[in-house]
């Protein structure tokens, strides 16, 4: 009766579990994929805060926020004009290397792209 | 009780201070309901702030302190543009705080406006706000936020606002005796980083004041805080102490900012920090969201936490009084 119960208990306690797991770590995209390239700023972060890409991928950045963002390399090598609401910004990385980058009016804001 | 560093910022409650050595009587407590954005009145004289209660006596302590010398008002964060649930109309409410300017009982001889007078940097969004103001029929001195300098550089703004300025926009003035200074720090901002004045800004700074006798009140304005509030939100400036540092020998000097939608006040030794209400939404108090972003409050309580502030200068008395009242 017991271990019938166990059993009963782990057949759908275990695929649960399971599909908890992908739910918080879903499978890696690859970079062609459009959704492993989009970088959403949400409640004034970047998500991913760090994004691996292969090289010649494009990243676009889509501003979720009620307030406008800027997206702006540390560097300076790309600079997107504000982004309102839902607008976005898109950006080719042809050179593998990291890219660091901010909101250049929310400068706590920061993020990464590796380029590999 | 030491004038020194203390912080009120407190939910809807009293403090009491004790403020001797000041030849004004004392009114017992102050009722600074600065998170709840409902106003306070603190006047100060010699670099010491005295408190007077809110309310209806109010109207007679200014009248026997003279507090008549020089009066301004004080906006900030029209945003015009906004349009989201926090205040779907930012043009009524920034027309209200305008009806409330004019309705001052002390006519104020000017306005400072501390910035994000647009939200996207937009033309027409300038032109609106500037046709509103003109119903105030006072003359404005503005300074940027960073939705002002938006797409290039803030040269629009520089354009419109700050013709005679130095730099990226700052510049000084004199009116009855209290010498003003607009500062711009929301420029140059770094990754990771606080506002910004930058070295060029600083370095004019420290010129401008150098002829100064160290009785003259000051009044620095600028969009930013120059202290440090929240620095996971960015809410201050990176090097806003050094600014500070050459304005340690005056007697008494105020600095008025915007940028957090809510009015937050504290004074160390003889600088008096007070920020104000914006025009158009409200932001939470620091760390009480996830972000600093635009919070809508319940239908019926924006224009209890929207407002202007008010300041007045006692001629030969060094007192600047702050007043800031909601657009309810």
Known sequence: MKSKMLVAIASVALPLALAALFITHPPRVKGEDAKGTEIRVDNFTFAPGTLAVPV???????????????????????????????????????????YEYYCSIHPKMVGKVVVQ | MSNTDFFRKISGGFIEHDHNHDGIDRRGFLKCMAWAGTGALCVIQGGVLKSFALGSQMGSDMKSHKMAGLSF????????????????????????????????????????HTGDISHLSNPEEFDTVDQILKATNKEIFFVPGEHDVLNDDGKMFRERYAKNAKGSGWYSFDKNGVHFIGLVNVMNLKAGGLGTLGNDQLEWLEDDVKHLKSSTPIVVFAHIPLWTIYPEWGWGTEDGARALSYLKRFGSVTVLNGHIHQTMQKVEGNVSFHTACSTAFVQPAPGKADSPGPMKVPDGQLRRLLGITDVNYVQGRHALAVVDSTLA
């Open chain 2, 73 to 112: 008002v004080q906006i900030s964060d029209s945003h015009m543009g906004f349009n989201k649930p926090a205040n779907p109309d930012v043009i009524s409410t920034i027309k209200a705080a305008v009806d409330k300017i004019n309705a001052l009982p002390n006519s104020p001889e000017f306005i400072l």
């Open chain 1, 56 to 98: 010649n991928s494009t990243v676009t950045w889509v501003n979720k926020d009620d307030i406008p963002h800027v997206i702006a390399a540390s560097d300076g090598a790309f600079k997107s004009k504000a982004l309102d609401t839902d607008q976005k910004y898109s950006y080719t990385f042809t050179k593998a290397g990291t």
